[in-house]
């Protein structure tokens, strides 16, 4: 949870009761209610290959019947390798037809169904990454593992207290923050040749670090004026630019897809909200979340639609809102949500009674699937989604 970190870092700070005005935009329908499931039909196909293949699917809006109730037909066999079929019962098109080889039978039918949602229209995600926090207690470490889980390995084994980690757009690199050096420090890892280097080391606690999707700059909470305020740096290094100037509690900055504005979570009047403010200064705005209360570890999705964010009541829940703010949909109980790619799926940290695990949601569907437990962690949080 990213708003840890700033609870016991952080005191005596008070609120100022700045009110932004905003006007409300109804909820689209693409969240109205519960959407419908696609329905499939898979014959052929069994063991491994059919469980990889209905996870993949499921947590993308589709799921399973039989022939006579299903829209798309699947078929195939996996005897060493995979081979797949797709085809449209309605059209009697063919949407796939491919026999895979080479890598691992997981990694086949990923490519299967990533050709699949391809052939749909949609922007695949089988193939691509998550990093998370691992708890190994008493430290934690980051980790990086397929999008379901599987596959994990520990990028940092430091035996120290790390938060927060965040994909670089296009790349095999992350932003974390890490006490390796009895302080917060905000570190940049390349995953492909393991070197890492210190981003941002000021006084007071450097945390939230987040790279713009086009890669030129990294916003930040520092608290190295006094205030714990956000803050946008060249990723090339330079002295940031501070964006907030307040005694608020400025928390969680994440980007718009066109890197012009950062949103973060603030508080008015002692109540959390949602604000954004452009990457090149000026006055922050509040989104509207439809009354719903205390929203915190906001993410932007890739196609600018959509900001999923944190609720604080009584429990934790994701909930969605417009970019332009208007009315909330809660969808489940957890926490920091991050988008996938296809801007529909979302993993986030689930309480469970030994810590946290990851799932993953489809949105319009609200189904949900854990991904796989994690070798080496005994609780996974703080989840990010390669983009």
Known sequence: MKRVFYTYLISGLFTTGIAFAQEEIPIPKFLEGQAKPIWLSVSGINGEALQVLQFD???????????????????????????????????KSTLVSHAY???????????????????????????????FKGETRPNSEIFVADFDGHNSQSVTKDNSIVAAPEWVSGRMALYYTSYKLNHADILYHNLSSGDRKMFARFGGSNMSPAPSPDGSKVA?????????????????????????????????????????????????????VLKKVSASGGQAQRINTGGVPNPTEPDWSPDGKWIAFTSQTRSFQICVVPAGGGEATVLTEGEDPSWAPNSRTLIFARRTGEGYILSLLDVPTKQVKDVSRISGSNSQSQPSWAK
């Open 57 to 91: 699917l499921y947590v993308q809006g589709f799921n399973f019947t039989n022939v006579d109730g299903a829209q798309y037909l699947i078929s195939g066999s996996a005897n060493g390798n995979f081979q797949g079929r797709a085809t449209d019962k309605y059209n």
């Open 101 to 131: 080889s080479g890598e691992s039978l997981r990694r086949q039918v990923h490519q299967f169904v990533d050709d699949f949602v391809s052939a749909l229209q949609r922007k695949p995600i089988c193939r691509t990454k998550i990093a």
């Open 220 to 272: 930040m909470i520092l608290s190295k004026d006094g205030w714990t305020d956000l803050y946008v740096q060249s990723a090339s290094g330079g002295s940031p630019v501070r964006l907030t100037k307040s005694p608020q509690d400025e928390s969680s900055p994440c980007w718009s897809p066109d890197s012009q504005w950062v949103c973060y979570a603030s508080k008015d009047a002692e109540h959390r």
